[in-house]
T-cell receptor
Framework: DQQVKQNSPSLSVQEGRISILNCDYTNSMFDYFLWYKKYPAEGPTFLISISSIKDKNEDGRFTVFLNKSAKHLSLHIVPSQPGDSAVYFCAAKKKSSGDKLTFGTGTRLAVRP | EAGVTQFPSHSVIEKGQTVTLRCDPISGHDNLYWYRRVMGKEIKFLLHFVKESKQDESGMPNNRFLAERTGGTYSTLKVQPAELEDSGVYFC?????????????FGPGTRLTVL
């Protein structure tokens, strides 16, 4: 039973435009949500996170939005750059489950020059 | 500062053989995690060490998998005997503190192929 879902396996965006990556979750007990970015042959790298008590967190070109009632979060990248081309994983944690991350299947973002 | 390192980067073995994967966490990180990604699917948690103790091994698939972290430094993950469904990329991660807000730093992974 997959508790974190990324229903779009891929996304293609023009350089300079906004990229919006979506993530849905089923477990209302998640306390913390994270986005990881992964380049080929490398491990995932932490990008940005948000606590369940907030609805928005911004860091430079990256903003994460959380809609708890819809159990949905999204990552906005604006403006998108070719170097943003990677696989993006949504992940979640529960305080009651210790430290483990529950990941989605990832969305491959391609930013066209 | 060196990041999380994993060895080997690739391993190709036949069904029934044994493979041992190694992870060296970032120096000073007490927490060490193993995850696995089967092709095209999500990255799944396997287990979590705090120093040399297993904090959570709820994600270990079965008793063919054995993880150790003697002395609380590097960790090994042994698969014996390997089956076809064990193929995937095995990631190791480490973090300094145990907290829902901590950042886990990932290694590059070991790609295991079982033929």
């Amino acid at each position: 039973d997959q508790q974190v879902k990324q229903n779009s396996p891929s996304l293609s965006v023009q350089e300079g435009r906004i990229s919006i990556l979506n993530c849905d979750y089923t477990n209302s007990m998640f306390d913390y949500f994270l986005w990881y970015k992964k380049y080929p042959a490398e491990g995932p790298t932490f990008l940005i996170s948000i606590s369940s008590i907030k609805d928005k967190n911004e860091d430079g070109r990256f903003t994460v939005f959380l809609n708890k009632s819809a159990k949905h979060l999204s990552l906005h990248i604006v403006p998108s750059q070719p170097g943003d081309s990677a696989v993006y994983f949504c992940a979640a944690k529960k305080k009651s489950s210790g430290d483990k991350l529950t990941f989605g299947t990832g969305t491959r973002l391609a930013v066209r020059p | 500062e060196a990041g999380v390192t994993q060895f080997p980067s690739h391993s190709v073995i036949e069904k029934g053989q044994t493979v041992t994967l190694r992870c060296d966490p970032i120096s000073g990180h007490d927490n060490l995690y193993w995850y696995r990604r089967v092709m095209g699917k999500e990255i799944k948690f396997l287990l979590h060490f705090v120093k040399e103790s297993k904090q959570d091994e709820s994600g270990m698939p079965n008793n063919r998998f054995l993880a150790e972290r003697t002395g609380g430094t590097y960790s090994t993950l042994k698969v014996q005997p390997a089956e076809l469904e064990d193929s995937g990329v095995y990631f190791c991660a480490s973090s300094q503190v145990t907290s829902v807000y901590n950042e886990q730093f990932f290694g590059p992974g070991t790609r295991l192929t079982v033929l």
